[in-house]
């Protein structure tokens, strides 16, 4: 069997300044320390790591109303709204604040999904941790998201003949807005895996996006056993089932125990497992990031995860300069006292195995008979 081409890594330095705000859940470092992690394990040897341009106008009206776009640079570029463009846009609030080079970085996202799509087009895994803003909307932030970068990465394989594209969303959160962005394209499904009753609220296992969604709300301290089950009986099927020309990947965080905003129990050896068996079932696979509020769970999975898609052995302890990197991590949402110490000296986790429990099992049934 023909193996694929190296996987490659996709991020830019943008991402390593400081966005939203002190307060704000995703004011922590992240796509910054997975770079820091990889660049001192080796792992960006031989031009494994490429830079994400920015969308350019043209580029952002494939999906976003021109108004919010220019909505959004003003905003970014003066630091305040009015109250008429925060109603109608949803920006500079709480949840979507405003912040120096809002703009730019938002972008830039789209652009690395963008790039992510065009590197895998050529037979490769590309790899885009500062993707997965998958709550955006055409006229609105939403969810802490601005644009909505998996929507631009499915437009890009689609503009190239791609046909059809599998959408796999392991986020905590439903990926709302990648599901309604594609409700009338018939060349794209959806999958999502998330908690249920948790914002969006939406998602429900009988919301089937009009034949082209598979939903799959599962109950608080979700464990790998049921991960491994809902994988293996239904996703895993599904997608061979479809023969996808591509298959794009949202990888959040925050379905991992210890995120402080859900109650899922999954490790990140389970998820990247998972990860590793889509991406083998299709030509062209995009990897995304997504959500993520424990910097040290964040940092680990997906330097972990480009370890595993990039072919490298995962030490069992860290060295020195990356347990360093991990003990300068700082997070207000997470108490000292909560701070394991395998967060601090190991990229892999311990599998968190536990009984498949019955109300999984319903869901499963419930949506084989859906399908």
């Not at 970014?76 to 925060?86: H, K, L, N, Q």
């Not at 955006?136 to 932030?141: F, H, I, L, S, V």
């Amino acid at each position: 069997m023909n193996r694929k081409p190296p996987a490659l890594f996709v991020g830019h330095d943008i991402h390593r300044q400081a966005g939203y705000g002190p307060h704000h859940p995703l004011g922590i470092a992240r796509v910054g320390p997975v770079m820091d992690l990889c660049r001192v394990l080796g792992w960006f040897a031989d031009g494994a790591c490429r830079t994400s341009p920015r969308a350019t106008a043209d580029e952002l009206a494939w999906f976003h109303d021109e108004d919010y776009v220019n909505a959004l640079r003003r905003a970014s570029e003066t630091g305040t709204v009015s109250e008429a463009v925060r109603r109608r846009h949803n920006l500079g609030t709480m949840e979507n604040p405003l912040f120096p080079g809002l703009f730019e970085r938002a972008a830039t996202s789209v652009g690395g999904s963008l790039l992510a799509a065009g590197l895998a087009l050529e037979g490769r895994i590309a790899f885009h941790p500062a993707g997965g803003t998958h709550h955006g909307r055409r006229d609105r932030a939403s969810g802490f998201c601005y644009f909505n970068d998996p929507v631009f990465a499915i437009l890009r394989l689609l503009k190239s003949g791609v046909d059809p594209v599998l959408y796999v969303d392991l986020d905590a959160h439903h990926g709302d807005g990648v599901q309604d962005a594609f409700e009338r394209d018939e060349r794209v499904y959806t999958v999502s895996i998330h908690e249920r009753g948790r914002w969006p609220r939406t998602g429900d296992a009988a919301d089937t996006g009009g034949g082209r969604a598979c939903n799959l709300p599962v109950p608080p301290g979700f464990n790998d056993a049921e991960l491994d089950t809902l994988a293996r009986e239904l996703v895993l099927p599904l997608a061979r089932r479809l023969a996808p020309g591509a298959i794009v990947i949202t990888c959040g965080a925050d379905a991992l125990a210890g995120d402080p905003l859900s109650s899922m129990a999954l490790s990140n050896t389970a998820l990247c497992s998972v990860v590793e068996r889509l991406a083998a079932l299709a030509p062209a696979v995009v990897v995304l990031g997504g959500g993520g509020y424990n910097p040290w769970t964040v940092a680990r999975y997906w330097t972990a995860l480009w370890g595993r898609l990039s072919r490298q052995p995962i030490p069992d302890r860290l060295p020195a300069p990356a347990r360093a990197i991990l003990r300068s991590l700082r997070c207000d949402l997470v108490d000292d006292e909560a701070i394991r110490d395998t967060w601090l000296a190991t990229l892999a986790d311990a599998r968190n195995e536990g009984a498949v429990r019955p109300e999984v099992i319903a869901l499963l049934e419930r949506t084989h008979e859906l399908a």
